[in-house]
Nanobody, 116 residues
């Protein structure tokens, strides 16, 4: 089992920035890719950004050039720097770990609200 604790959400005006953090604990040896998903009200959860163990990244088209994912393997942590935030970025952001054995672990979610 892997436990994930997120922090860093909040309310920000359009054009502002936020940094999300997620720390993993438990059976850290099964951690593969780490990433962030988000879910807006009435919409499906979608991938925002993900980073593999080797450092390869992929981003949703809607956040490319504005968001940056980073990872500190020594701290079993993943971060999401969000710049130039837009109202459409509003939603609950979830940290995700994909196990090297298959399966996913999720954090409890942190709310990001961008006002116009």
């Amino acid at each position: 089992q892997v436990q994930l604790v997120e922090s860093g959400g909040g309310l920000v005006q359009a054009g502002g920035s936020l940094r999300l953090s997620c720390a993993a604990s438990g059976n850290i040896f099964i951690i593969g890719a780490m990433g962030w998903y988000r879910q807006a009200p009435g919409k499906q959860r979608e991938l925002v950004a993900r980073m593999t163990n080797s450092g390869a990244t992929n981003y949703a088209d809607s956040v490319k050039g504005r968001f940056t994912i980073s990872r500190d393997n020594a701290k079993n942590s993943v971060y999401l720097q969000m710049n130039s935030l837009k109202p459409e970025d509003t939603g609950a952001y979830y940290c995700n770990v994909r196990s090297v054995r298959g399966g996913d672990y999720w954090g409890q979610g942190t709310q990001v609200t961008v006002s116009s």
